[in-house]
């Protein structure tokens, strides 16, 4: 019994103590615990920074592909539009050599009859024998007047036939050189045909790179649909997109000031806090602190970069290109087939010729408006708007970036002629004429 009580009295503080070391094993194991947690929010995080680079260099890439997409579809598009100049040339020096095609048959087939009748009279006089001259009813002063006559004639017959078959060789060498300009012509068609092709799967191509931006596109579409539902009239729509854009770049400056405002005070917050941890924990977010600040720098630099305005166009160069090949029929200033004073610039074309982009820009409308058909405007930097009216197709889409000479659509093919384009160029609201800064017209338009 004594054995078993000393056994249960030295077994009790044993009992005793289980408690306070389990206790102690505590702390080391919720201290891992947070270390691990660390640990996996730090893995995350890289992990996360890899995949932004990777997405990154992926959107560098396409927009990479964009600018040289964009490059061979100016390319494309100023060869088309050297064609359609050749091919117009072609067609109009071939009316001048059709023309005198027929006046030179005219007047050959004129020759031919009568140098015929003069061939029958003689054959005629050749058939009647000495003899029966005698039996004439005529006298014969008469019929010796008559065959010398005749016999005076046949030089000048002669000098005649001469004359007219020289007349058919300048003839034949005429239809041959006017095959030579039909075939011309004809392989200028096909090329242009080659070309427009060639643009057509460009342009498809640029919509198919395009889309992978197709939400914002779509937002700043159904934006400038709103606007256009609404404008009363064209300079309704004008002056709405002008105070848009102002108000757009206040909000942008605005959000740039909240967002340095929230970067300081979460530093502030973070500061406070590390000075709080332990040293170890201290490290680790000191180090989290400058990777944030590195990545809120780069942010600010990429805000202060797309709030930077970008470069006006030269003053000498404001509008690089007309829109489309052509001839300029009205000009800034002067009187429209309406009598009113022109704002623009009208400019003849081909049907189906390539419309441009006048200078680099962003397409702020695209579509139909009240009487002016489809029409696009391109918004450029400093103020600068495009206005282009007559299309009668449309290859763009609103939100879109494009070059200068990028391809924006095709004239329309009507049935009374060649259709008409119009452009105006705008700065702040107000017309101003396109033609300021071009080379002289030579009057056959510019592309």
């Not at 404001?318 to 009598?339: C, H, I, M, N, S």
Request: glycine fraction near 6%; charge should be neutral.
């Amino acid at each position: 019994m004594a054995t078993a009580a000393l056994l249960g009295a030295l077994a009790a503080p044993a009992a005793w103590a289980q408690p306070a070391w389990a206790q102690s094993q505590k702390q080391p194991q919720a201290q891992q615990q947070s270390q691990n947690a660390l640990t996996e929010v730090e893995r995350q995080l890289e992990a996360s920074r890899k995949r932004d680079a990777e997405l990154a260099r992926s959107s560098e890439a396409l927009e990479q592909e964009l600018v040289s997409l964009r490059t061979r579809l100016v390319q494309t598009a100023d060869e088309a539009t050297r064609l359609e100049n050749e091919l117009s040339g072609l067609e109009e020096t071939l009316r001048a050599m059709e023309a005198e095609e027929r006046v030179q048959a005219a007047k050959l087939d004129a020759d031919k009859a009568q140098i015929s009748e003069l061939l029958g009279a003689l054959q005629r006089l050749s058939r009647i024998p000495p003899e029966a001259m005698i039996a004439r009813p005529e006298s014969p002063v008469d019929t010796l007047r008559s065959a010398l006559l005749l016999r005076s004639a046949v030089p000048i017959l002669r000098d005649r036939a001469e004359a007219l078959a020289g007349a058919l060789q300048q003839f034949a060498d005429l239809r041959t050189h006017l095959a030579e300009r039909r075939a011309q012509a004809e392989k200028a068609r096909a090329d242009l045909g080659s070309r427009q092709g060639d643009i057509a799967k460009l342009v498809e191509r640029r919509q198919e790179l395009q889309e992978r931006t197709q939400a914002e596109r779509e937002q700043v579409a159904d934006r400038m649909a709103s606007l256009g539902n609404e404008a009363k009239d064209l300079r309704t729509l004008l002056e709405k997109m002008e105070r848009e854009r102002i108000e757009r770049e206040k909000r942008e400056a605005e959000e740039r000031r909240k967002a340095e405002e929230r970067r300081k005070a979460e530093a502030a917050a973070k500061a406070a806090a590390l000075a709080r941890e332990k040293a170890a924990t201290e490290k680790a977010e000191r180090e989290k602190a400058a990777r944030e600040a590195a990545a809120a720098e780069a942010r600010e630099r990429e805000l202060a970069a797309a709030a930077r305005p970008p470069a006006p166009p030269d003053s000498k160069d404001e509008v690089q290109r007309l829109p489309v090949a052509g001839q300029v029929t009205t000009r800034y200033g002067e009187a429209d087939k309406f009598g009113v004073t022109s704002r623009g610039l009208t400019v003849t074309s081909r049907p189906g010729a390539q419309v441009v982009a006048p200078s680099a820009g962003s397409v702020m409308f695209a579509g139909p408006f009240r009487g002016y058909g489809l029409i696009l405007i391109v918004e450029h930097p400093n103020g600068y708007h495009s206005l282009i009216a007559g299309l009668g197709r449309i290859d763009t889409k609103v939100g879109q970036r494009v070059l200068a000479g990028e391809p924006l659509g095709i004239m329309g093919t009507p049935a009374d002629g060649n259709p008409d384009l119009y452009f105006e160029l705008r700065r702040n609201g107000q017309p101003i004429n396109p033609q300021r800064g071009l080379p002289a017209s030579d009057g056959k338009g510019q592309g």
